[in-house]
């Protein structure tokens, strides 16, 4: 028996559209919520929600059987916390601040078992293994490891020609707010000079073998990027979501 085949991988290598949404609760009951809209892909993260590795295992059990794929963003790309995060079950992970080829291919090795890499066998421990019930999965779990690297830095678009170039990376996703202040428009992500490098960006992901990915919370700048070429698309964040929702109805009755 394989390992599990990895949908949202296959459905990039198709070419389609896939949309997502950031979940930032950090709760298996808010992320089996956001499962129920149906949604291509779930950010779990790890960078900016308080995510453990247990809070990401317990929203990747209960994201299995549905529609919504699992995409765990840790804070950093150590092999160790990669290693940790595929064995609780994550078989895309998002990774931020990749800046260099260099760096993509260190990435690359820390989510495949040897000889093409150096993640740790020990999978007889694994969930994602379902503790050995799976008696290829180290045979077979390098096919299913969807790996998307986060460019969101002036090093990291100078140099995406080069991280496009490397093998075993899937997809690309401009991270827009870093990205605009490494420029130097803090918090002006819409700047000109800044759309005009995110176009570029998108551009040159998309034409190459990847997939290029990005987020945006208003839906007419998501559907320009789409237009640009973005082809996994994060369309909103959870606590904002609420966080809007709940002052709406407050002003609403205020008012």
């Known amino acids: 028996m394989p390992a ?46 308080p995510n453990d590795l247990r809070t990401i295992m317990h929203q990747l059990q209960i994201l299995d059987g549905k529609h919504s794929e ?21 078989q895309t992970l998002l990774i931020p601040m990749v800046e260099t080829a260099e760096q993509a291919r260190d990435l690359v ?29 180290i045979q077979t779990a390098n096919d299913q490891i969807c790996l998307l690297v986060q460019v969101e830095t002036r090093k990291g678009v100078e140099n995406l020609d080069a991280i496009l170039d490397v093998d075993g990376v899937d997809g ?14 803090p918090g002006q992500s819409g700047h000109e000079a800044v759309r005009n490098v995110i ?5 040159a992901i998309a034409a190459s073998d990847k997939a290029a990915g990005i987020l945006a919370v208003d839906h007419g700048v998501a559907a320009e990027y789409r237009d640009w070429g973005a082809q996994f698309l994060a369309v909103g964040i959870d606590v904002v979501m609420l966080a809007k ?9 205020k008012g």
């Open 199 to 203: 176009k570029d960006g998108i551009a």
């Open 109 to 137: 090795r820390a989510c495949r078992y040897p000889p093409e890499g150096i993640r740790g066998s020990g999978a007889a421990l694994a969930r994602a293994s379902r503790f050995s019930d799976i008696p290829d999965y």
């Open 70 to 90: 699992g995409v765990v963003r840790l804070p950093i790309g150590n092999d160790w916390l990669i290693k940790q995060a595929l064995d609780v079950g994550a």
């Open 4 to 49: 599990p085949q990895n949908t949202f991988k296959a459905a990039l290598k198709r070419g389609d559209m896939q949309y997502g949404c950031w979940a930032g609760f950090a709760d298996p009951y808010a992320t089996e919520i956001l499962a129920t809209a149906n949604f291509d892909w779930l950010v779990i993260d790890g960078e900016h929600a």
């Open 245 to 253: 929702a709940a002052r709406d109805t407050m002003a609403q009755w």
């Open 172 to 185: 690309v996703f401009i991270g827009p707010s870093d990205l605009a202040a490494d420029l130097g428009y």
